[in-house]
């Protein structure tokens, strides 16, 4: 049994007791009675990372996923992961599930990897960004049970391009149990309604690989978006993918629930400057993300533990605020009973000063500790 008082996201003095990875009993304290200076918060949850600290989910090594796992708590305040694909031949998507699946959900000395976020093959070829475009695939039921058969059960979330879906395929993902997230599209306004109905929830890292407001074609479909209070949107709020403009634009006019801060980040996250071998080609490390040797963006070394604190001091969030989109807006989508400091949820605890400095992480309960 694991007792901690401190100040909760709301800024109130508080208790919890934590047991057999349950946050056993929770307490709002008289706020006369003196507590140690710190933050309660719920772990960061992570829904879109390839990796990090020279660890790729599709080059599939179990050792360096344990070590990838350790540094993502302890260096990003990580208690729960999705490990995301890139869009590869079928068998070495096969063969990454095959690798790594087994450690889903396991105790684990590092933040918990709950499962898949599948982003690619089924996406569009004209807003690929990344995605080797001989490897995008129709995304056909028979296609789909190439890809996942054996697997559905540890496939959480998945990035396609409305476009090119049709709702059967749609409505089989939903049968699954799999959440829907629209990405990587060239649809318009027009074609992603008519196929959100069939149980899109999210778009994967909204403003990235779709049209935008400045496209000649489609002025609209972002605009609906951010409107949109039904959507969950992915973000990445790292100020290369999208603009401090932007990013204050969603804070002011997007539901508060629905705003998931993500990283997209690669396995150079965490590694020095220069050229890294990556699954799909060299990556490029400069000017704190990642890119192609044509200049073009690859993804981002950006952490969930910085996008705690930019969303602070850039929206000018509460921490409140900015629990919602770090943690509980991704546990409510991946409907978890995580993201919340209250009695009987998952103990995925972060611990930070007054400074935002991580002094100690729990999941399920347990304290980590550095490899």
Request: glycine share 6%; net charge positive.
């Amino acid at each position: 049994m694991i007792k901690i008082r401190g100040y909760n996201k709301d800024l109130k003095k508080i208790e919890i007791i934590l047991e057999a990875g349950k946050i056993l009993n929770f307490k709002i304290l008289d706020q006369k009675e003196i507590v140690e200076k710190q933050y309660i918060i719920p772990g960061f949850i992570e829904i879109h990372s390839h990796g990090g600290y020279n660890f790729d989910f599709v080059l599939a090594d179990q050792k360096r996923l344990l070590f990838f796992l350790n540094k993502m708590a302890l260096k990003e305040g990580v208690t729960s992961i999705l490990g995301t694909t890139i869009t590869t031949d079928l068998q070495k998507t096969r063969k990454t599930f095959k690798n790594l699946s087994p450690f889903i959900n396991k105790k684990l000395n590092g933040a918990n990897f709950i499962g898949w976020h599948m982003e690619g093959p089924f996406i569009s070829k004209i807003k690929k960004g990344a995605h080797p475009i001989s490897e995008i695939t129709e995304p056909t039921i028979k296609n789909i049970n190439k890809y996942i058969d054996g697997y559905f059960n540890n496939i959480k979330l998945i990035t396609v391009a409305p476009e090119i879906i049709n709702k059967k395929s749609l409505i089989y993902l939903n049968k699954k149990n799999i959440i829907i997230s629209a990405g990587h599209m060239n649809a318009n306004k027009k074609q992603f309604i008519a196929k959100e109905k069939y149980g899109i929830k999210s778009i994967t890292h909204f403003n990235n690989a779709m049209q935008k407001n400045d496209d000649l074609n489609d002025n609209s479909l972002s605009e609906y978006i951010i409107k949109n209070d039904n959507l969950y949107i992915e973000f990445i709020n790292d100020r290369i993918h999208n603009s401090k403009e932007l990013a204050d634009k969603i804070y002011k006019i997007k539901a508060k629930d629905k705003i998931m801060l993500v990283t997209d980040s690669l396995q150079i996250k965490g590694l020095k400057d220069g050229i890294y071998p990556g699954p799909n080609g060299n990556i490029y490390k400069r000017d704190g993300a990642a890119w192609f040797e044509n200049k073009i963006l690859n993804g981002s070394c950006y952490t969930m533990y910085q996008g705690f604190k930019d969303w602070i001091k850039y929206q000018k969030a509460s921490i409140s605020e900015a629990v919602a989109v770090t943690s509980t807006n991704q546990a409510n989508l991946l409907n978890l009973k995580k993201g919340k400091i209250e009695k009987d949820y998952d103990a995925d605890v972060l611990i930070l000063d007054f400074n935002f400095k991580i002094k100690d992480v729990y999941v399920m309960g347990n304290k980590i500790l550095e490899k």
